[in-house]
């Protein structure tokens, strides 16, 4: 089970970004899936995340600003950024989770049992 993230790059204050994660070595069926991002010196903390059913929840600092989006088809999570803050900068990383996870605790990092290794989003 591998998590690919893609996509980061530094970006002015306005700008857009669209980060991608793709899956291989399973079925893409992970039934959560989300992103994180971790400021140096913060907790990591839940941006966004869908459910098999597409159901989407977002972090309050980034609704209406961010866009999660799933295609089981082609094995791949995408978050589109648009009205980049500087405080939108930090690594992000793609999560899974085999197993349903209830709205209110989708954004605890435990509940996620594969990640990827981080792409870096700078905005200035």
């Known amino acids: 089970v591998q998590l690919v993230e893609s996509g980061g790059g530094s970006v002015q204050a306005g700008g857009s970004l669209r980060l991608s994660c793709s899956g291989s070595g399973y079925t893409y069926n992970s039934r959560c899936m989300a992103w994180f991002r971790q400021a140096p010196g913060k907790e990591r903390e839940g941006v966004a995340a869908?459910?098999?059913?597409?159901?989407?929840t977002y972090a309050d600092s980034v609704k209406g600003r961010f866009t999660i989006s799933r295609d089981n088809a082609e094995k791949i999570l995408c978050l589109q950024m648009d009205k980049l803050k500087p405080e939108d900068t930090a690594p992000y990383y793609c999560?899974?989770?085999?197993?349903?996870?209830?709205?209110?605790?989708?954004?605890?990092?435990?509940?996620?049992?594969?990640w990827g290794q981080g792409t870096q989003v700078t905005v200035s």
């Open positions: 999560a899974a989770s085999l197993y349903m996870i209830q709205i209110q605790m989708r954004f605890r990092a435990g509940e996620y049992g594969w």
């Open positions: 869908v459910d098999e059913r597409f159901r989407r």
